[in-house]
């Protein structure tokens, strides 16, 4: 079977389950299939027709049945990207969700670049907050080239 027959059936298969959008789908069968066969996503995009190895279509069919049981891409994948920071994530833990980086962003513009300031994040999951808020904080007083900070 083919890359991309594989990412094919199991978005058909992650939508008629779990009733996500067709291309939340397709994203969430290419991040199981690329963790499945241990390459970026960038890559799939040039070898879709490429062939998978029996082992390598059975490991995305355990991701897949993982998905399907309703366990969300990040604990199976064991992180979650939060403001370009990759955070370890388990069952145990809050998963950080774009949403929340919505949050840093506004603190980031209400707290004086110049100024140092506390902040409390209670009920932290996987610390996501507390760790992004303070290292972008110290972004924004220095340039920093292709990030549009500074």
Not at 74 to 98: D, M, Q, W
Request: glycine letters at 8%.
């Amino acid at each position: 079977m083919k890359l991309n027959d594989l990412r094919r059936r199991g978005a058909g298969a992650l939508s008629a389950t779990l009733g996500l959008d067709p291309r939340e789908a397709s994203l969430e069968a290419q991040i199981l299939l690329c963790r499945a066969i241990q390459q970026p996503r960038s890559w799939l995009a040039g070898h879709d027709r490429d062939p998978l190895s029996p082992e390598q279509a059975a490991a995305f069919d355990a991701l897949l049945q993982r998905r399907l049981r309703g366990e969300p891409v990040a604990c199976i994948l064991g992180e979650r990207e939060f403001y370009s920071l990759n955070f370890k994530v388990t069952p145990a833990v809050l998963i950080p969700r774009p949403e929340t980086e919505l949050l840093v962003e506004l603190a980031l513009e209400r707290i004086p670049p110049d100024r140092s300031c506390r902040v409390l994040d209670l009920g932290t999951g996987s610390g996501a907050v507390a760790i992004s808020h303070p290292i972008y904080s110290s972004l924004r007083t220095q340039s920093v080239p292709g990030h549009g900070l500074g």
